[in-house]
């Protein structure tokens, strides 16, 4: 990238009235230098089949480029019209729930060739037309692709061929799979049963990948066809989201993003996360290491909040300290969902940056102010390069194999909560994390490696994170880490299974705590935070040593914390669920060890400090303040300046930051 | 009518042996003397297609005649016999749900031939064959119709061609439903998706409005057929219910009450609402006072409790109270669902006026002093009449599109919460209520106006309520009015749109309060009942006086209430959620404003004062005590004659009130 | 039996690799001496339509002899195979939810012929194949057989058919069904609707007993079958289960277990309980005395957990008291689910003896103590007969149709929680004793007689219990007992119908108590135990004593509960839900009037007392300690030999209880 970017989503087809030329002259007064259009009106730019009309796109790309706001073009296949649902039902996808009802967007089925022929079609003559658009900066291929559950007959027959080139024999795959149990064997590849009503989490398992395998290959297969199109100096990119929970907040459960990204020249994502009092950074810091560490580059912040819900209209400061905690993390762009709030329909309540009735308002007036700043610092702040010493490995399999085997049966919790339970600690103890996954090929740029409940992983994974210790490395496991292989086959060694020779531990029993805690609070945290919850390993230590036993009549024999020399490096296992303030007071201690902890770990959460390299070569310090009061940090870095307010900033000087704010230092 | 009915509900086929004479002997002695039978069996009356069998209708108008028990004749057209489903599967409602499962009343397609031509044969031969008995006074025609969600494709159909019939074009439609979105586009009418799987609020809300009607015109079908047979003298009527929240709670949304009542020549209704420790009278009186609305007149109340549910068996006194409430809101019927007490199937806990044994109960002889009342004070108490000077405007358009667009994404919140909000309110104040509509001709006969949510309106409408202001009325509106058109399209003016005018304020934010209050506590309540939820408007007052600021960090500066004069009147706004106890001061202050204010509101709940004009031209004043302890007020009015005690009261009196208790006067 | 049999479940199929020869060791190790297996494997053992592979069955059963180990085989017939779904997708049961999905146990349609003829073939190519094994003591058919509420529409069929033969007519059924009600009746019986939607209680308590009539006729079918097979001296049994909430909890609604046993030799049920800190041992007993009195004989615990569940996992000391509790109920098995911990699919972390690993662990080395003492004690401790003076009378119908018609609206209660209020009570007063059903010939066995709720019951069986009284028995029934008759139509005489007469009461009206107590607190328990909650009946008394009235402003006149001398007996009656500590007060003081107080009486829960006599003549005293604290007790019977620790015992001598522990005493 050149530049920042600031953008919105801009759909020409819902406005009620003609309003481009004002819109682009708001546009210009906030500093919006982007725009991205086209990805959900299938319908409006191909009326009826074969029929096509891309009035709406032409005007505005010719309106756009007239001011000087360039262009991301979205191909519109995450939403399908009316005439091909009606020629052709069966696009939509057959999920476990039945057949699909036309009416939401993300229904149909990614593999149907009905769907393909015409999706495949509307790409070609979309992105054939404005590919040499002077305003076209790249394109977008479809929108928060998933595979929607789609799961019926001919998905089936996929997934048999898929497990039939994975596995030797048929004996193999029932011997893998456990497929014995409760007669579920299948003798031959004919009696393969639907895979929608089974109870093997093995096979459920292997279905959820094949399902994610089904995201990849039809993203690659659209980037193919956009990059038949398109320019040496555009970019295709994709707007990957997040687990939902009401805003962003894990691992994808149903997309591999590293996988699903290679395919493209940058990464894109959504971020929404809670606001007003709720605003912590940390959904951002997330959502953008993950981003940055798909293609370890910048990414794009393609959609984030402007006013959105009623929950979430930012308090005055917010949109600048999050427009910049973005950039810190490594955004080249920041775009809003979206421009104007929709009048009709579905998100109607989901507004932009404007309201319903455009008149500039306070977040409009806010984003002005980002807008001015992005166009002046932009040389400063675009591309910001960052060197992570510290690693957190997420993996997809994880997340599918603990939701078939929960950590116990009345416990919410799942993958996602244990990987944010650790990820927010390193957030707020400033450590800058990049994150990896069973793929990566080697953790040696890493000290400190964490690794949430590696539920399902192969051998071979498991040996590299050994060897990763026995060569200096620090790796911090989860309880349940190990536990079964790839195939979600419980290990029929002694458990932790493989990394048991790294940890310096073994356990065969494992329990729910009730009213236990760790025996004379060894972190010296809280009362209430010295307590163990939901699943605890009965832990017997070979080598390690114990840092935490279970306090507990019967089980106060047990170790629940432990840390094991290895060679070089050193394993931390916690074989329990243990609260925020333990699992802080542990990093403390482990990054110590692993020598990650540097002067940014002298200030904390609620003020963030991120930096990095720009493309001067200069280190950029961003301290924000996640809070409602003022606060202040004494500088400990060399001297510099501070870009947004133009002052010259000197080691060991006081730093004062007001509610809700940034600043920037550049070093000299 | 001419006097007073007090009446039961009466199924000789439910009967586990025959003990007609019996009953009418206990109904006699109760003073019934009217019942209502035949509308729930079909099956009973028309044992296999084509043949007859009305032994038991026949059996009951001849015992009831010779008693002097009057009767109205039901059409049994609401739950359908097994042999017209066996025969055609196909009648009962296809629902978003699936293909319909017999066994419960209320299944079946009100649209579909083959139910309607069933439907018309056994209405035919039931009221052709009694309309001449000199037992019968009026029918009913099916009960507590609803559309039953049918949707089915043939319903669909209809749908498509109602909406081609309002709209232009298609064109016009996707325009003003904003199908543009999530490519929702209908560039064909063979296009049209079934609108069961729709996330298009305006297309949805469409449906409902659609399927409301289906109800007006199933009505009114019936209606003209059973015209067709009936005497002058007779009347026929339709059993109309309410929001049911385990009793009926609000405005109906699968009925528009004013447009069906039109083909009728009374209204009738069930109420069942909480009783013992629970029972307040509110919801006799809303549902009276829609009752009333509808037709401007006296109602029938067709079905209510006896003893009901195990929650509902009435203390000592409060069926009394309730016979009376029913009459103070202008019924001219009281009648209990039902007779006797069901043995088997389903509502076997849905107790009448007797048990299961027959026998006389306490319920049973409570409900003898009524009818002993009933029929001494008749010609004092039939045919009240009410000229009251505030009035609510409900909505079925706001009540489907708040389902549509909800206060947020976790609050139960709807359009029902708010009307009771607002209605119990004025109802504990004793300021007597008429129910307006959007159809309403004119608002000219009421100084205040109480408009909730009015979410979704026409502006001929909102400027109607301008006028209104205008020309000295006052209006009370409360958040979120105003804000889409009748297509639920958000207007794009700021907000709240065309009734800014009057509110003299607009607003572009809306946020969710957390711990947020009206500052300074204006209305002086209690600390709790200050608070502010769910919804606020961040409200800029142009002309309009501010009755109230938010308390917040951040949105202090923006209005919660605000009051504007205009024209001769005023028109004050409550922009967010707030108490129960801040809507009573508000209405307090406004009714005094509009002039509504008088000497009945010396007195408030659990003390309920209820007035109008009788047939002998004279004032009949209720007093009800709605407490478990004694009450007292002192009679602000003109000398008169208590009627149950027969004792004159003079202006001035203390009139005493036991616990749970009525006192009747009528001024000379 | 001739010993006692400590036994596991064993998958050999299951294995990830061969471990017979060192299980077998392991078992040996552990005194196991009966091993189960085959039930869940019909895929493997019939791999294809008509190919067998009996492999995995030949070789365990040829090692455990070997090594002394005794088998019982099940028919594989609960979890259908791959092949032939796919070849015959309709033999998976049609519910109410739609057709059946594969995947999981008991999903079949056990009436379907293409199933039939298919388990047929199995049952007999296996038992055909084992039955003269001489390491085969034993059958079980099936498991956990129930109907999986099987309902298409040859299921219907065969239901109308049944209909017909128990009623004299249509018209009949009708009548006794109540079927006018809602249009319902059925004139023709072609227009017989399908019962899956019905809304008849009635009608649908029919289908629930002719559906557990389903599992009898399917587990009779298939002892018929075996019954070929086996020789003289094996058996044949079932292992039954119980209404499952998340443990076994109380009466199983899918089955009649005393009709179904009748077809079997020795009754088999499955126990799982509640642990560590929640362990009482009261399932294990209410399961052990169904199970004893389904044929008035010894049974067979043929599954109970070993580790199981994280929060089953028995602190040291449980498992043994778990194994000799069941012992002292009439057991003559006890065998774990399962040997060791499933690897793959579905009940992974319900855990064997063993763990993943197959290492021994805690709960495997206090194994080892029991099948020593198992082997040690057999000869004293088999074969333990009871005689029990005390019976609790527990009906399927009263457990239907009282899920039909519930306490009300909101409350969960439903049968079993009452079962269970009154079964505990006694348990934990160490009171023994028997069930007896509906179908009981004579309860004059029995000096108390304990009557939950018996809402739907025949006037036979009523005046039976009224006899009963009459000649002396002692009855306690509670709340709506004799409500209904067997077609659950409500009695039409005064409540509690043919009771009333025994019972000396009647009532009319029910309610449900808010705030309501017992008046004057007539059992002196605590005051939160004096609360009457969910439903009350208003109680006329007319030859009974009143022992408690309530306590409410305006039902204070009524009785709560009663007490009646009718001829030589009493009839208590609890006329509403009343707390544990009163239901505990009232045993004790009915106990002492039936004359069924004695000296084991004198210890409580936690010291929990069971007896019997055992094959020597002489008399076994098991002393169990369910509690985390040690415990002791006054010895108060005749001098004996305790016999785990092999010590004298004399009267009056002060028993010291372990923590968690059991002595066993034989007297002399």
């Given at each position: 990238m050149k530049k920042l970017l600031y953008g919105v989503a801009y759909y020409d087809e819902y406005m009620p009235y003609d309003r481009l030329d004002q819109d682009i002259q708001m546009m210009k007064d906030a500093g919006i230098n982007v725009v991205r259009i086209a990805e959900s009106t299938w319908s409006t730019h191909e009326p009826q089949n074969g029929v096509f009309d891309f009035t709406s796109v032409d005007r505005v790309?010719?309106?756009?480029?007239?001011a000087g706001i360039?262009?991301?073009?979205?191909?519109?296949?995450?939403?399908?019209?009316?005439?091909?649902?009606?020629?052709?039902?069966?696009?939509?996808?057959?999920?476990?729930?039945?057949?699909?009802?036309?009416?939401?967007?993300?229904?149909?089925?990614?593999?149907?060739?009905?769907?393909?022929?015409?999706?495949?079609?509307?790409?070609?003559?979309?992105?054939?037309?404005?590919?040499q658009h002077p305003a076209v900066i790249g394109f977008q291929t479809d929108n928060e692709t998933k595979h929607y559950h789609t799961s019926g007959p001919n998905v089936q027959l996929q997934f048999v061929k898929y497990l039939r080139e994975r596995f030797e024999s048929l004996e193999e795959l029932n011997r893998k799979f456990g497929l014995d149990y409760w007669s579920n064997r299948i003798n031959s590849w004919e009696d393969f049963p639907s895979v929608v009503g089974t109870i093997n989490g093995s096979l459920g398992a292997a279905f959820s990948q094949f399902q994610r395998k089904l995201v990849t290959d039809f993203l690659a297969w659209q980037v193919a066809i956009v990059n038949e199109y398109k320019r040496e100096d555009q970019f295709v990119t994709q707007n990957f989201d997040f687990e939902w929970r009401g805003h962003s907040f894990g691992v994808q459960p149903d997309v591999d993003h590293f996988a699903a990204s290679e395919a493209f020249d940058v990464t894109g994502v959504d971020i929404y996360h809670p606001s007003q009092d709720d605003l912590t950074g940390i959904e951002i810091s997330f959502g953008g290491d993950v981003a940055r560490s798909t293609k370890h580059n910048n990414y794009l912040v393609l959609e984030t909040e402007a006013q959105a819900f009623t929950h979430w209209v930012p308090y005055p400061g917010q949109l600048r300290l999050q427009a910049f905690s973005h950039l810190a993390s490594g955004a080249n762009m920041v775009a809003y969902w979206h421009w104007h709030s929709i009048h009709n329909s579905?998100?109607?309540?989901?507004?932009?940056?404007?309201?319903?009735?455009?008149?500039?308002?306070?977040?409009?007036?806010?984003?002005?102010?980002?807008g001015k700043d992005f166009a002046r610092l932009s040389t400063h702040l675009v591309n910001l390069k960052k060197k992570n010493k510290t690693?957190?490995?997420?993996?997809?399999?994880?997340?599918?194999?603990?939701?078939?085997?929960?950590?116990?049966?009345?416990?919410?919790?799942?993958?996602?909560?244990?990987?944010?339970?650790?990820?927010?600690?390193?957030?707020?103890?400033?450590?800058?994390?990049?994150?990896?996954?069973?793929?990566?090929?080697?953790?040696?740029?890493?000290?400190?490696?964490?690794?949430?409940?590696?539920?399902?992983?192969?051998?071979a994974l498991l040996e590299k994170l050994n060897r990763y210790v026995e060569q200096g490395g620090h790796v911090v496991y989860t309880s349940r880490s190990g536990f079964t292989d790839e195939h979600v086959q419980v290990r029929t060694s002694q458990q932790p299974g493989v990394i048991s020779e790294a940890c310096g531990i073994h356990y065969s029993l494992f329990v729910e705590p009730k009213n236990v805690t760790l025996k004379d609070n060894p972190f010296k945290v809280a009362e209430d935070d010295n307590q163990v919850d939901t699943w605890m390993e009965l832990i017997t230590p070979t080598t390690a040593e114990v840092l935490a036993y279970y306090d507990h009549p019967h089980w106060g024999k047990y170790a629940a914390i432990t840390q094991n020399r290895y060679g070089q490096g050193t394993?931390?296992?916690?074989?329990?669920?243990?609260?925020?303030?333990?699992?802080?007071?542990?990093?403390?201690?482990?990054?110590?060890?692993?020598?990650?902890?540097?002067?940014?770990?002298?200030?904390?959460y609620p003020i963030i400090v991120k930096s990095g390299t720009n493309d001067l070569g200069r280190t950029i310090r961003y301290y924000f303040n996640y809070s409602e009061q003022a606060g202040s940090v004494v500088y400990p870095h060399g001297d510099g300046k501070e870009l947004i307010g133009e002052q010259s900033v000197t080691h060991g000087q006081l730093l004062q930051l007001k509610p809700w704010s940034v600043i920037i230092i550049e070093e000299a």
């Open positions: 790309l010719d309106a756009m480029h007239k360039e262009v991301i073009v979205g191909t519109p296949t995450y939403a399908v019209p009316t005439w091909l649902v009606k020629e052709h039902p069966d696009v939509l996808a057959t999920t476990p729930q039945g057949p699909g009802k036309y009416g939401a967007r993300q229904i149909m089925d990614i593999t149907n060739p009905v769907y393909l022929f015409h999706a495949e079609r509307i790409i070609r003559k979309l992105i054939g037309r404005v590919s579905f998100e109607t309540y989901w507004k932009g940056l404007l309201s319903h009735d455009f008149e500039p308002n306070p977040v409009y007036e806010e984003a002005q102010t980002i690693a957190i490995l997420v993996s997809n399999e994880a997340l599918t194999s603990i939701n078939w085997f929960k950590f116990n049966m009345n416990s919410p919790l799942n993958y996602n909560d244990i990987v944010r339970r650790l990820y927010d600690e390193l957030y707020k103890l400033n450590i800058g994390t990049d994150i990896v996954h069973p793929g990566t090929e080697s953790f040696d740029d890493y000290d400190l490696l964490i690794v949430p409940s590696l539920y399902s992983a192969p051998d394993a931390t296992y916690i074989g329990c669920i243990v609260s925020s303030a333990v699992i802080r007071e542990l990093f403390s201690s482990v990054a110590k060890k692993a020598g990650v902890w540097g002067l940014d770990q002298e200030a904390s």
